[in-house]
Every structure is written in C-alpha cells, then in structure tokens.
Nanobody, 127 residues
Framework: QLQLVESGGGLVQSGDSLRLSCVAS????????MGWFRQAAGNTREFVAA????????YYADSVKGRFIISRDNAKNTMYLQMNSLKPEDTAVYYC????????????????????WGQGTQVTVSS
C-alpha cells in the first residue's frame, strides 16, 4: 500500500501561482510512477500531469502544458505540481496518484493505470 497526502491548495486570483505537494508513505515511492489529476464540480476526474519513477519523463494535459510543471524528490518521498498563470478553469480538487505498476500508458494517460489516491486538495482561481 501507498498512502498519499496532498497539500498546498487554496484560493488565488487569475494569473497567480501555487505549488502543490504530495507526500508518500508505505510502498516504495521511488519506484512508483506518479500523477496529478483534477476534478471540477460536476465533471469527471481528468489527467493533469504524470512523471516516471525516475523523473526522467513527464507528460501533461494540453490544457496545462507550458503553465504547470510536475517534479519529484525521491529522497523526500514527495511529488510537486508547480502551477503558474492560473486560470478560473483550473478550479478543481487536485489529487495525486501512484501507478499500480512500474509504468503507465501514454497518449493518452489512462486514469485506470493509477491505483493509489490521496484525499485531494482544493484549488480555486477567481477571475
């Protein structure tokens, strides 16, 4: 099992930045591909960004490409999501997740490949 706890959400204005953190415990974090997903009110959960276990490859949804940066520090069992130039449409609950195995499908990234989830952190962007 892998326990995940997100933090860093909040209320910001359009154009501001936020950094989300996800701290892991339990199963070996350093061997787990990780991802960020979000769910806006009334919508299904959607992919935001993902990173391989080594951090060598990253993947982004088109809607956040060029604005968000995913990273990880395996020595601290922590993953990050730096969110810049935030827009009202980025408003959602953001979840961190760990892949079920040692890899995940891409093009598109499949939410079904992620089996361990945090409780989520709310991000609200006002216009």
């Amino acid at each position: 099992q892998l326990q995940l706890v997100e933090s860093g959400g909040g209320l910001v204005q359009s154009g501001d930045s936020l950094r989300l953190s996800c701290v892991a415990s339990g199963r070996t974090f350093s061997s787990s591909p990780m991802g960020w997903f979000r769910q806006a009110a009334g919508n299904t959960r959607e992919f935001v960004a993902a990173i391989t276990w080594s951090g060598g490859s990253t993947y982004y949804a088109d809607s956040v490409k060029g604005r968000f940066i995913i990273s990880r520090d395996n020595a601290k069992n922590t993953m990050y999501l730096q969110m810049n130039s935030l827009k009202p449409e980025d408003t959602a609950v953001y979840y961190c997740a760990a892949a079920r195995g040692f890899s995940f499908r891409i093009d598109p990234v499949e939410i079904a490949d992620f089996g361990f989830w945090g409780q989520g952190t709310q991000v609200t962007v006002s216009s």
